[in-house]
């Protein structure tokens, strides 16, 4: 059973940056897209962006372009999902999820959440 | 971008009863990238349908999906207290829906 185990809770001053890593357990991490997600308090997900661990590549949706970096490392099943020029408003928990393309692109499995605090 | 808006906001129900949730898609959503989720308190969102109406691995068959091009329906044939919950539906592993709360009446 695939497992995506993420880093514990961070809490940032406004204009610092975070990196949160998501590992994958198993030997399936280049098999499968990874989607990031965040959720605020009381809010929808928001989607993120996405990154393929077999070859780097990612997209990262327009509200967070020139701020956010996906990236991996193979050698021990982990992705990044490193986010600068940190505001309250990014107040939120971070999900890092398994894209299924069998499911039409769905997200079949999800990490446990790392919850970033912006605070001064 | 693609605007995929749910009613109601809030699902008032008792258990046993028969749950219709909608997601009105801005233009239209190939079924097959359109998905729901379950997710309760302190929890990530669980994958529920995918392809519209197929059921993920282990979700019992009271789920249903359906709907096609702008219309999407996910119902909950009879509530079980497990199943109070909030529910999104998302298209091409993307956009959310703003989700609809099944509480209990």
């Known amino acids: 059973q695939v497992q995506l185990v993420q880093s514990g809770a961070e809490v940032k001053k406004p204009g610092a940056s975070v990196k949160v890593s998501c590992k994958a357990s198993g030997n399936t991490f280049t098999s499968y897209d990874i989607n990031w997600v965040r959720q605020a308090a009381g809010q929808g997900p928001e989607w993120m962006g996405w990154?393929?661990?077999?070859?780097?590549?990612?997209e990262y949706a327009q509200e967070f372009q020139g701020r956010v970096t996906m990236t991996r490392n193979t050698s021990i099943s982990t992705a990044y999902m490193e986010l600068n020029s940190l505001r309250s408003e990014d107040t939120a928990v971070y999900y890092c999820?398994?894209?299924?393309?069998?499911?039409?692109?769905?997200?079949?499995?999800w990490g446990q959440g790392t919850t970033v605090t912006v605070s001064s | 971008e693609i605007v995929l808006t749910q009613s109601p906001g809030t699902l008032s129900l008792s258990p046993g009863e028969r749950a219709t949730l909608s997601c009105r898609a801005s233009q239209t959503v190939t079924s097959t990238y359109l998905a729901w989720y379950q997710q309760k308190p302190g929890q990530p969102p669980r994958l529920l349908i995918y392809g519209a109406s197929s059921r993920a691995t282990g979700v019992p068959d009271r789920f249903s999906g359906s709907g096609s091009g702008t219309g999407f329906t996910l119902t909950i044939g009879r509530l079980e207290p497990e199943d109070f919950a909030v529910y999104y539906c998302q298209q091409y592993g993307r956009t959310f829906g703003q989700g609809t709360k099944v509480e209990i009446k």
């Open positions: 999820a398994r894209i299924s393309r069998a499911a039409g692109h769905a997200m079949d499995v």
């Open positions: 990154m393929s661990p077999n070859s780097g590549k990612t």
